[in-house]
């Protein structure tokens, strides 16, 4: 079994190979696999690199960030300059339903609302905005509200898990109550959890997945 200290040591060999991010800047403490990331950098888009790094290591089982985001003086922008921008940005991205949201800005954090069909057009919204100069944070309030009946879910789903080639599918377990979809069993990355839940969110008709999968490790996958 991986050590504390050897996934500390993998996150900090991981980040020296990530041009954007200036690794001692990044404070991290790892405890029974579950990652704690903190300190100060001058870039949303780097807070969200970091916590993608720490996800991808093996043995890793929960990221907690605690990282925050300070401009300087000659990159910082008002509420009303961030909200424009964050306006601009949706609509010109034609993966995005822009008249199904709205958009408000305070403190420089972004919160999304709204309604759409599909989950790729939420994590469309967040991802087209959160490398906006000005931001601090994404909060995504979006709603996924699908309009299509829910209709064979689980096969759907377990068919797509299979298709996966960077996910184990034998250790995943699906239950579909309506349009609700819970995921169970036990993966080996946070990685693979997390593909396991957006392939969940491919089923015609899932409103909602609940991704109670357990990340385990295994020397084997090392």
């Known amino acids: ?3 504390d200290a050897q996934i500390k040591q993998d996150i900090l060999d991981e980040l020296v190979f990530e041009p954007n991010i200036d690794e001692t800047q990044i404070g991290i403490i790892v405890e029974d696999g579950v990652v704690t990331l903190s300190g100060v950098v001058n870039d949303y888009h780097k807070k969200v690199l970091a916590n993608k790094v720490a996800k991808r290591i093996v043995g890793v089982k929960a990221v907690a960030e605690d990282i925050e985001v300070k401009y300087g003086d000659d990159f910082k922008k008002t509420d009303k300059e961030i909200a424009k921008a964050a306006v601009n940005a949706l609509e010109w991205n034609a ?11 305070e403190d420089g954090y972004i919160y999304l609302s709204g309604k759409v069909v599909w989950d ?39 068919k797509s898990l299979e298709r996966s080639a960077n996910l184990e599918a034998n250790g ?23 593909l396991a ?9 899932v409103r909602l997945v609940q991704n109670d999968i357990v990340v385990q490790y295994s020397p084997e996958f090392v």
């Not at 822009?98 to 958009?103: C, G, T």
């Not at 909060?139 to 789903?157: A, T």
């Not at 839940?197 to 008709?205: F, H, V």
């Open 1 to 3: 079994m991986k050590s």
């Open 95 to 105: 993966a995005i339903p822009k008249e199904k949201i709205m958009v408000f800005v």
């Open 120 to 158: 790729y057009e939420r994590k469309a919204a967040k991802r087209v905005i959160q490398n906006l100069l000005g931001v601090k944070g994404v909060v995504n309030n979006i709603e996924l509200i699908p309009d299509v009946q829910p209709d064979n879910i689980e096969e759907q789903i377990i």
């Open 172 to 194: 995943i377990r699906v239950q579909v109550d309506g349009d609700t979809v819970q995921l169970k069993g036990r993966v080996h990355s946070l990685k693979e959890r997390e």
């Open 197 to 205: 839940e957006k392939a969940a969110y491919k089923g015609l008709g």
